[in-house]
């Protein structure tokens, strides 16, 4: 248990479907992220919150939207997919977003999409 | 561009010392994690570097050298359970980490 926990664990959804990933935080900390695992593709890092503020959005689709609405919890909402979207979809915070410094990042378990 | 490289796979005796070598190229570079994933699970920190050298923690150290781009994680006296995947990440700015692909590593009896 890393003190991150994400619902739900896995997901089936068809392309016409609108669906929210929900992660929680118990550990006090300032930013959250969302990355996206492929098969045989390194982890892609989507978002990143800091103090509740966007900081990244690395170029992600629309269709992926997310929502921060305090410092605990992190929300991905999922509507018309595409299949090449199933991945394990893992969220992570750390203290803070800090500039530069070292900030260790921990990770959920994740949430294993099926996009149908 | 971005690039990290490590080894797909590797495959190592129970007792044994293994090293994963991890090369990077990056625009911008803070410094070089290690996280360790067991099949299924989430990713858990190992080890951080942002000087040139070598880090020891336990059975598990990691090494940098800046100036190659280069990083390795050595792991000594091997046991069933480290059998994981390891990924390498740069640090690339202030949020932002660039991860690998991974290193799946096979401890055998």
């Known amino acids: 248990e890393t003190g991150v926990t994400q619902t739900p664990r896995h997901l089936v959804m068809g392309m016409t479907n609108k669906k929210s990933l929900k992660c929680e935080q118990h550990?006090?900390?300032?930013?959250m992220y969302w990355y996206k695992q492929s098969a045989k593709k390194p982890l892609e890092l989507m978002f990143v919150?800091?103090?509740?503020?966007?900081?990244e959005n690395n170029s992600v689709p629309s269709r992926f939207s997310p929502e921060c609405p305090n410092s605990s919890h992190l929300f991905l909402h999922l509507h018309t997919l595409q299949p090449e979207d199933s991945a394990l979809y893992l969220c992570?915070?750390?203290?803070?977003?800090?500039?530069?410094?070292?900030?260790?990042?921990?990770f959920g378990p994740g949430t294993r999409l099926t996009v149908t | 561009g971005q690039n990290i490289d490590q080894p797909t796979e590797m495959t190592a005796t129970e007792g044994a010392i293994v090293q994963i070598n991890c090369t990077y190229q990056?625009?911008?570079?803070?410094?070089l994690f290690w996280y360790q994933q067991h099949a299924g699970e989430a990713p858990t920190f190992l080890s951080y570097n942002v000087l040139d050298g070598l880090e020891e923690k336990g059975r598990f150290s990691s090494f940098l050298s800046r100036s190659k781009g280069y990083s390795y994680l050595l792991l000594k006296e091997l046991q069933m359970k480290d059998s994981a995947s390891y990924l390498c990440?740069?640090?690339?700015?202030?949020?932002?980490?660039?991860f690998g692909t991974g290193t799946r590593l096979t401890v055998i009896p």
């Open positions: 990440a740069a640090q690339t700015g202030a949020n932002n980490l660039f």
């Open positions: 550990l006090g900390h300032n930013a």
């Open positions: 919150y800091s103090l509740e503020e966007r900081v």
């Open positions: 992570a915070s750390s203290p803070e977003g800090g500039s530069g410094t070292f900030h260790e990042q921990y």
């Open positions: 990056t625009s911008g570079f803070n410094g």
